[in-house]
């Protein structure tokens, strides 16, 4: 940038430059228009034996002296003005850049030059690139706020539906023996505590603190035993067969959301009569959890938005992982992938 800025010409020499070309140039038009006019009057004279007086001498004189001096005038401005006439285009392009800056236009200058005006137009660039940015920005953390907060609003939704259902389910069943009581009161507890969480990440901005599980493979076989829980009605057929021991930390509230979303979206787009499949098993170092189950006729099936899918993959995302959904007319099937933990 130094070497640059050395090598940068400076606008007020190139313009005293071209002001004294202009000046001399304008001086010899002078000198030589009122030389080759007088020449042409004396010859004129001395060929027609006209005599002048002092004072016709004189007039005729500052008549040539007058018209020299208009016509060197006028060339030394429409010669300033070739000269330098790009330069004050130039200036009023970068006048408008810096009206189109003000108004949050984005539009650049195009670079000229190697003088200030060019350093200046270079500035105005990066104002207007910087304002992009920041305008971009902006913009972005609006959507990743806005999406965060329907993805958590739609988690919250979710545990709260479970505490809705069971709350039926016992209406429903009237008397309940001890074992289902205390069952039942557990899984509202604990989907009230889900509440509770994500309400906190909420009201926080979403900070999270992973724990050291040093036992994984007992974390995620509790969570499958809780998935299998939720879905009460459907026949579950669950494989952790493949899940190798293993540590990792984890935010257990963020995979208790996975297990919800996909457990929520079994019941709305879901066939009862035929099983929901979870496999979860280790595999390239990280963790997959496969889940597929059939799908409802169109005419049952409830409009999808996708909040459910694009939470679970946002919380993939945490441990460096992903989640993609495959379907057809019969099936659906989602593979989520945890690779950083």
Known sequence: MWIKRRSRRKLSFEILLGFALCFVLSVLLFMFVTYFAGGLVEEYCFYNDIYLTEDQFYRIDTFILGWGFAVSAGFFSVLFLVLFGTKFAYIRTITKGVDSLSKSENSLVPLKGNNELTQLAEAVNLLSQTQRDIREKEQRLSKEKEEFIRALSHDIRTPLTFIISYTDLVSAKGTLTDEEQKEYINMVSKKAGQIKELTDILLDGGERQPELFTDGKLLFAQLAEEFEELLEGYTVSTDISGLQPFSGRFVVRELQRIFD????????????????????????????????????EP???????????????????????????????????????????
């Open 261 to 296: 979303n996909l457990a929520s979206n079994i019941k709305k787009y879901a066939r009862e009569d035929l099983p929901v499949y979870l496999l979860i098993q280790t595999e390239d170092g990280g963790i997959t959890i496969r889940q597929r189950n059939s799908i409802k």
């Open 299 to 341: 005419s049952d099936q409830q409009e999808s938005y996708r909040v459910g899918i694009n939470s679970i993959r946002r919380i993939a995302q945490n441990y460096g992982g992903s989640a993609e959904t495959q379907q057809n007319e019969k099936n659906f099937e989602i593979i989520i992938k945890l690779s950083h933990f």
